[in-house]
C-alpha cells in the first residue's frame, strides 16, 4: 500500500540553526500536507501543497512539494524554543482523499 | 474555532474489557476520523466516516469498530482490549471537500494492563 516515510525521525539544533525534515511517497500524491504538534499536544494544520513545485513560505518556515509530487520538506530558519515538537507531513491520493502520515520528526532546540 | 472534544484524556483498562472512546465535534463536519499514534510509527488510520452512518475501514482496523449514528458524534469500540492497544488516540474531524485541513481533538492515552 501507499507509503509516506519521513526523515530524520529525530533532531536537535541550537537556537539559530536551521532545520529540515523530509518526506517522501512511494505513489504521487495529489496534495500534502504539514502538521506541527508540540509535546503533549495534538497536531495542528499547518499548510497544504497541491501544485507541483510549489513552494510556500510562513514566516521562517519554507514548504516545498516536489516536481513529481512525491516528495516534499519543510525548512526553518533560525530556529527558536517555540519551534519545539514533532512535524508531520501527511500525503493524500485516490479516493476519500485520506490522508496518510508520516512517522513525524521530532525537532528540540537548545537555547 | 472548530473544538474536537475526546471524552477522556486518559484511560486504564484491563486486558479482554470493552472499551468506548468517545468524540464529539461541534462544527458540522461529515467526515470524521480516529488514527492511533504510536512513536516511531507516526499516526496510522483506524477508521473513517464519511457521513453519519457510513464507516470505512482504514489502515489498522483489526480489533477496533466504529459507530457514527449521529454526525457531530464518532465512537471507537475496542470489542475486548489487549496490551497491544495501549496507545494514544485521536480523533479529528474535517469538512468535506473544504480544503482537506483535519481538526485534532486532544487525544485519549489509553493503557491496557
Known amino acids: 500500500g501507499q507509503q509516506v516515510m519521513q526523515i530524520p525521525q529525530y533532531q536537535h539544533v541550537q537556537e539559530g540553526e536551521d532545520f529540515t525534515t523530509y518526506c517522501n511517497s512511494s505513489?504521487?500524491?495529489?496534495?500534502i500536507q504539514w502538521y506541527k504538534q508540540r509535546p503533549g499536544g495534538h497536531p495542528v494544520f499547518l499548510i497544504q501543497?497541491?501544485?507541483?513545485?510549489e513552494v510556500k513560505k510562513q514566516k521562517r518556515l519554507t514548504f516545498q512539494f516536489g516536481e513529481a509530487k512525491k516528495n516534499s520538506s519543510l525548512h526553518i530558519t533560525a530556529t527558536q524554543t517555540t519551534d519545539v515538537g514533532t512535524y508531520f507531513c501527511?500525503?493524500?491520493?485516490?479516493?476519500?482523499?485520506?490522508?496518510?502520515f508520516g512517522a513525524g520528526t521530532r525537532l528540540a532546540v537548545h537555547p | 474555532d472548530v473544538k474536537v472534544t475526546q471524552s477522556s484524556r486518559y484511560l486504564v483498562k484491563r486486558t479482554g474489557e470493552k472499551v468506548f472512546l468517545e468524540c464529539v465535534q461541534d462544527?458540522?463536519?461529515?467526515?470524521m476520523f480516529w488514527y492511533r499514534q504510536d512513536p516511531g510509527l507516526g499516526l496510522r488510520l483506524i477508521y473513517f466516516?464519511?457521513?453519519?452512518?457510513?464507516?470505512e475501514k482504514g489502515d489498522i482496523p483489526e480489533g477496533y469498530s466504529v459507530s457514527r449514528e449521529k454526525k457531530e458524534r464518532f465512537s471507537l469500540i475496542l470489542e475486548s482490549a489487549s496490551t497491544n492497544q495501549t496507545s494514544m488516540y485521536l480523533c479529528?474531524?474535517?469538512?468535506?471537500?473544504?480544503?482537506?485541513?483535519?481538526?485534532f481533538g486532544a487525544g485519549t492515552r489509553l493503557s491496557v494492563l
Open positions: 479529528a474531524s474535517r469538512k468535506r471537500l473544504a480544503k482537506n485541513i483535519q481538526y
Open positions: 501543497l497541491v501544485k507541483s513545485g
Open positions: 462544527m458540522d463536519h461529515e467526515n
Open positions: 505513489t504521487t500524491l495529489s496534495n
Open positions: 466516516s464519511y457521513d453519519v452512518k457510513m464507516k
Open positions: 501527511a500525503g493524500s491520493s485516490g479516493g476519500y482523499n485520506k490522508l496518510i
